[in-house]
């Protein structure tokens, strides 16, 4: 099942080291079949407060997407990330389609 990386990068520092980052990020992808879905860009604000960008990275599988995440070409970059930035980042499935909002009750 189609798995996403997201991230809400809250600040970012940009300078070099997230400069590197970016240009090395896309090749670190593409053995684990990673895309960008979302990258940043406009958005306008419906509800709440959301400092930041919304990054989605969309993979074949949960499994690709942890075997991407842990490595060695990522390992070698995301200090790069990790240092200039506060972000959050997590893995998650796609939904089975159809789906309905009340789903989720059980």
């Known amino acids: 099942m189609v798995a996403y990386a997201v991230a809400h990068m809250r600040q970012v520092t ?8 970016l240009h090395r990020i896309d090749a670190t ?4 079949g990673g895309r960008f879905l979302v990258h940043g860009g406009e958005f306008e604000l419906l509800e709440g407060d959301w400092p ?3 990054i ?14 842990a490595s060695s070409a990522y390992r070698e970059i995301v ?3 990790t240092k200039n930035s506060q ?5 998650v499935d796609r939904i089975a389609q159809p789906h309905k909002a009340t789903d989720v009750l059980g």
């Open 52 to 54: 930041g960008n919304l």
């Open 14 to 21: 940009m300078g070099p080291a997230i400069v590197e980052y």
């Open 29 to 32: 992808l593409a053995p684990f």
């Open 87 to 91: 972000s959050d980042v997590i893995l």
């Open 79 to 81: 200090a790069l990330r």
């Open 56 to 69: 989605v990275i969309e993979f074949p599988n949960r499994e690709e997407a942890k075997a991407w995440y």
